[in-house]
């Protein structure tokens, strides 16, 4: 007799998100030789972008109070390493330790405490969740066509304070919620364009240098 499988439902994926300013964000492990845990997020959830070139100094790519455990206030400093302004995406890492040992620290305390999500494709024929404000996980479905992530028949509205949120399938990070759109018909539970995480992040994030 075939065993019918057990259908999967995000639990300690929850551990992953972190508040980032009036948003979200989760952890994954990039290259550890590059860059370590680092938090992804939406890029609109960043206060400001940094300044568009190289030569730029460590001290304006600081956000001051900008992360914290999920549901806290932000609290912990953070560095931008790579943000996409047109995709919405950013990727958040430790302060410079010599510089600011004390702020590198606490960040490290929060993202060793949290569990770091998988990145993954999206399988199109599946469900994935998203996570409601109450802390709750709730179905959606979701689709591309090469490009980004779009989010359709969710259980419940998609919301403001959800955005940097993991879309997660099969236990693995497949892209974040950056925009959700209304209507009479559909209320607040499709939205679209997201960042889907394979087409959107950095190769190098995951590679040797």
């Known amino acids: 007799m075939k065993r019918k499988r057990k259908t999967y439902e995000p639990v300690d994926e929850t551990k992953a998100v972190v508040t980032v300013g009036n948003g979200r964000g989760?952890?994954?492990e990039a290259a550890p030789w590059q860059w370590g845990r680092v938090v992804i997020t939406a890029a609109h959830c960043l206060p400001f972008l940094p300044p568009a070139h190289g030569a730029a100094y460590d001290s304006e790519r600081w956000y001051e109070a900008l992360l914290g455990p999920l549901g806290a206030a932000p609290t912990i400093w953070a560095e931008c390493y790579f943000v996409d302004p047109?995709?919405?995406l950013a990727i958040l890492g430790s302060v410079d330790n010599q510089q600011m040992p004390g702020q590198a620290d606490t960040y490290?305390?929060?993202v060793e405490a949290a569990v770091s999500l998988?990145?993954?494709d999206v399988s199109m024929d599946r469900a994935a969740w998203l996570l409601g404000l109450d802390g709750q996980w709730f179905r959606c479905a979701v689709q591309h066509s090469g490009g980004?992530?779009?989010v359709s028949d969710a259980n419940e509205d998609i919301l403001g304070g959800m955005s940097g949120?993991?879309?997660v399938q099969d236990g693995a990070a497949v892209g974040l919620v950056s925009v959700s759109s209304g209507g009479a018909a559909g209320?607040?539970?499709r939205g679209g364009p997201n960042p889907r995480l394979v087409h959107a992040l950095p190769g190098r994030m995951f590679?040797?240098?």
């Open 148 to 150: 980004p992530l779009w």
């Open 26 to 28: 989760f952890v994954v």
């Open 86 to 88: 047109v995709a919405d």
């Open 187 to 189: 209320g607040h539970r």
């Open 207 to 209: 590679k040797k240098p």
């Open 165 to 167: 949120s993991p879309i």
């Open 108 to 110: 490290e305390q929060l």
């Open 118 to 120: 998988r990145i993954a």
